[in-house]
């Protein structure tokens, strides 16, 4: 799996110009710009998919397809479809455009050294850090704007289908003490309360643990979270899986428990926070991210890569002493 991203990302990169290269690339240690993401509609650094030629545009789309899961690939490119639908329902005034989606690369996948990537435009964003054999690919923001697209009251389009229906059964499956644990408030907070910040800081957990649950809404609870993790490629998924502390997990909502009126949720644990927002455009604007409170663009990697350098060049010093 490891070998497709990085020939994935080879690939992007043999097929850049010296002018995009230098645009593109840069230095892993720019934290500073590594960790300046977001996920609003706006101009990024980097190269933008709408200037690139077609076999660059497919490049890219195939370094989101080797860490992506193939149900999350195609959300994620109905999302970037999703902007022209929205630039049509505005006329066309904000001139929004499914190619502006940027790439920025940091460091370069050859060698032992550290290396990354982000692909990132309006309601997408992933956030890819690769060291010593392993992935990180968080934060990781989908959104849709139409949530649904309807025909005759009925829905023809709705790529973030799951991410709502999955809780609203979780909220079925739960005993009335239960829920009353889980509904913490009747308003919603403006958007995910973590918003583009750089860093989590986590809240004390709110809502309903898996103790409290039965058995069966407790599995639909740990399926809720394994839904998000499964944004990825099923390696990487286990991996992120087997790091959760399921007993310390919190599910909570906010908001109406009526569809088409605004809600919110969050799962919240040590290792991950997951938020849900629905509450624009009458619940018709979803935002949705998973990120980790210790991880997110593989801080954690890179700290454990710069501390096994160091060891490394202690330890050459000390037997060359």
């Excluded at 049509?88 to 060698?111: A, N, Q, V």
């Excluded at 435009?121 to 309807?150: E, K, M, Q, Y």
């Excluded at 990825?232 to 906010?254: K, N």
């Amino acid at each position: 799996m490891l070998h497709d991203v990085t020939d994935a990302t080879r690939r992007f990169i043999g097929l850049l110009d010296a002018d995009q290269r230098e645009h593109a690339m840069r230095s892993v240690t720019d934290d500073d710009l590594r960790h300046r993401w977001g996920y609003a509609p706006g101009i990024r650094p980097g190269l933008v998919l709408g200037d690139l030629r077609r076999d660059q545009r497919k490049a890219v789309h195939g370094m989101l397809a080797t860490v992506l899961s193939p149900h999350t690939y195609t959300q994620a490119a109905a999302v970037m479809a999703l902007e022209d639908v929205l630039d049509h329902r505005e006329g066309g005034h904000r001139d929004r455009h499914s190619g502006d989606y940027w790439t920025i690369l940091f460091g370069t996948p050859d060698g032992d050294e550290p290396w990354g990537w982000r692909i990132e435009g309006h309601h997408l964003s992933v956030n890819v850090l690769v060291a010593d054999g392993r992935v990180s690919a968080t934060p990781f923001f989908l959104g849709a704007n139409p949530a649904r697209v309807t025909y005759r009251g009925r829905v023809v389009g709705q790529p973030l289908l799951f991410e709502e229906e999955l809780a609203r059964e979780l909220l079925d499956r739960m005993d009335p003490t239960a829920r009353r644990l889980a509904v913490v408030s009747d308003l919603t907070p403006h958007d995910i309360r973590s918003s583009d910040s750089p860093r989590v800081n986590p809240s004390e957990p709110v809502g309903v643990t898996p103790a409290q649950l039965s058995k069966p809404a407790g599995e639909l609870l740990l399926d809720i979270v394994r839904f998000y993790l499964d944004r990825l490629r099923h390696e990487l998924a286990d991996e992120e899986f087997a790091r959760i502390d399921q007993e310390r997990l919190h599910f909570s909502w906010e908001g109406s428990l009526r569809r088409g009126e605004g809600h919110y949720y969050r799962v919240q644990g040590p290792e991950l926070l997951i938020e849900y927002d629905n509450t624009f455009n009458e619940a018709n604007h979803i935002h949705t991210v998973w990120r980790r409170h210790c991880g997110d663009f593989g801080d954690d990697l890179l700290a454990a890569h710069c501390d096994a350098s160091r060891h490394t060049v202690a330890l050459g010093t000390a037997q060359n002493g």
